[in-house]
């Protein structure tokens, strides 16, 4: 089987998490007698330096002969914003592919490893219970492409809006995802909205309803945002699949990753109707630590993984991944974001070095 692979490493971190990330790949290919061709591609600031824009045709181009796309993070430091070559370079480059590629369903597992625990912010007896959290975000809607959008007006009067709309076919979508990906699961929809106030999230909450009643083996309860961004930190064992519009669930996915530990382990999949792919890790490009080598390299290497799943129909390739991954941070090696007692700092190569043999090593 061969796969051709689009590779956009980025800006900051995403260049060196990447390289770990196609380490794994290649282990992939030997163990599981794939084929993959990586093309690699420009986005973001990089893309800019040579291109004066942030998603070039040629990547485009690039990315619509792939089987799928590969992300790394693109966008420079907050005090560069105002450069040209920085300005927008996220809006422009990545919400540009999501729109391009119509993929709407954004998949964010959030799952804490019991190594981890005592890395995570939650309280001790909270962090214990553990939790496994998907995220399920509608990536081309909402308030992020809502139009009309902009500003009109001067002085005192100048005033800046965006729309929040939702069809009832966004919504019924992304709920069949989540619903479907429950069945797979705990069996359980959290729906997130905030409809005590918003006329869009009072239709959100129906047509949820709606669809529910297709699945009578799973349960549905819907939650305000504010509420859930509170049980997050109070007892995030209760959830199993969350069920989010984009604006929240960008803020509650943010939210979901950091209580794991830390924003470096949290993947995630973008996908389209027919199961063509984005994936990419959640946490940004870390201009402040980029090009140190300390970076984790764990969201990209489990983003990478998500593709072999979700794109390419390889679950063992994903559970081998997941498995190295578990064994590696069990053995007690961590890097700078993840650091704990008693367990042995090591840089994103070593990471991703030791993820990639466990590959091999490994029986099963
Ligand atoms: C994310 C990011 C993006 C978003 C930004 C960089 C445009 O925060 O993927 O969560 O808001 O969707
Ligand atoms: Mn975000």
Known sequence: MKKIIAVLPGDGIGPEVMAEALKVLDRIQEKYAAAFEYEHALAGGAAWDKHGEHLPQETLDICRRSDAILFGSVGGAVRDQHQAKWARAEVNSLLGLRKTFGLYANLR??????????ASPLRADTAKKGFDILVVRE???????????????????????DTMIYSRAEIKRIAHIAFQAARTRRKKVTSIDKANVLTTMVFWREVVEEVAKEYPDVTCEPMYVDN??????????????????????????????????????????????????????????APDIAGKGIANPIAQ???????????????????????????????GYRTADIRQMGCKTVGTEEMGSRIADRIISQTG
């Open 228 to 285: 859930a961004a509170q049980q997050l930190t109070l007892r995030p064992s209760q959830f199993d699949v969350m069920l989010c519009g984009n604006m929240f669930g960008d803020i509650l996915s943010d939210e979901a990753a950091a209580i794991t530990g830390s924003l470096g382990m949290l993947p995630s999949a973008s996908l389209t109707e027919n199961g063509f792919g984005m994936f990419e890790p959640g946490g940004g490009s």
């Open 139 to 161: 990536l081309t809607g909402g308030i992020y492409f809502g139009e009309p959008k902009g500003r009109r007006g001067e002085a005192e009067s100048e005033s800046a809006f």
């Open 109 to 118: 597992p959030a799952k804490l490893y019991p190594a981890l625990a005592s």
């Open 301 to 331: 290497i489990m983003s990478a993984a998500m593709m072999l799943k979700y794109s390419f129909g390889m679950n063992d390739a994903y559970d081998a991944v997941a498995r190295s991954v578990e064994t590696v941070l069990d053995a």
